[in-house]
């Protein structure tokens, strides 16, 4: 059974950071894009940041330059530490997988979210 298990949210003041680890388990972690949205409530889930299995990664417009992804694949865990943080990062993050085997296979699993508040 496919797991995505996030931790590290929580309350920290503007310009502060946090780190978010997921684990994973229930997939091939190294055939699988990971990756960080977040979501506030009336707004769609929108992506923060992915990685490729190969170390590829690209980010939002709006953390580009704070937010950092990576993964350790030993430990089939993604992290994405969020630096010089701000009230509009306040959202509810999931970590997701995405495989795709050409184009027989495409498939995603989700976690269930941790919640970051910037607030002062």
């Known amino acids: 059974q496919v797991q995505l298990v996030e931790s590290g949210g929580g309350l920290v003041q503007p310009g502060g950071s946090l780190r978010l680890s997921c684990a994973a388990s229930?997939?091939?972690?190294?055939?699988?894009?990971m990756g960080w949205y977040r979501q506030t409530p009336g707004k769609e889930r929108e992506l923060v940041a992915r990685?490729?299995?190969?170390?590829?990664?690209d980010y939002s417009n709006s953390v580009k330059g704070r937010f950092t992804v990576s993964r350790d694949n030993a430990k089939n865990t993604v992290y994405l530490q969020m630096n010089s943080l701000k009230p509009e990062d306040t959202a509810v993050y999931y970590c997701?997988?995405?495989?795709?085997?050409?184009?027989?296979?495409?498939?995603?699993?989700w976690g269930q979210g941790t919640q970051v508040t910037v607030s002062s």
């Open positions: 990685i490729t299995g190969g170390g590829s990664s």
């Open positions: 997701n997988a995405h495989l795709e085997l050409g184009t027989l296979i495409k498939q995603d699993s």
């Open positions: 229930g997939i091939i972690f190294g055939l699988n894009t």
